[in-house]
């Protein structure tokens, strides 16, 4: 049973950072892909930064890119999401997300809808 768990969110102030962690059980293959996603409140849930565990490649939101650095640790099966100069717009639930990746590394980049697995969320708050 694939069981993801995340942490790391809270209340920041604008230009501040933040990590999100990520720690995943029950992946039995490396030929995965594991993704941050996250949801406003009255909006569709969107993707933030995706990486293939084996191929290294990732995607990330225009919105997002320069300012966040998604990573992994292999050893302990934790993806990592660096946040850095935070917007009040980053305000939302962060969500990690992963799935079995049989297309060569080209599942990142695909809708939240191509995940089948979930964590429960970290809350992330942005104060202006």
Known sequence: QVQLVE??????????SLRLSCTA???????????????APGKEREGVSCISWIYGTTD??????????????NAKNTL??????????????YYCAAEFDYSGGHL?????????Y?????????AS
């Open 60 to 73: 990330t939101s225009d919105s997002v890119k320069g300012r966040f650095t998604i990573s992994k640790d």
């Open 118 to 126: 979930w964590g429960q969320g970290t809350q992330v708050t942005v």
């Open 108 to 116: 990142c980049g695909a809708p939240p809808t191509d995940f089948g």
């Open 25 to 39: 059980s029950g992946l039995t293959s490396d030929d995965y892909a594991m993704g941050w996603f996250r949801q």
């Open 7 to 16: 942490s790391g969110g809270g209340l920041v102030q604008a230009g501040e």
């Open 80 to 93: 990592y999401l660096q946040m850095n100069s935070l917007k009040p717009e980053d305000t939302a639930m």
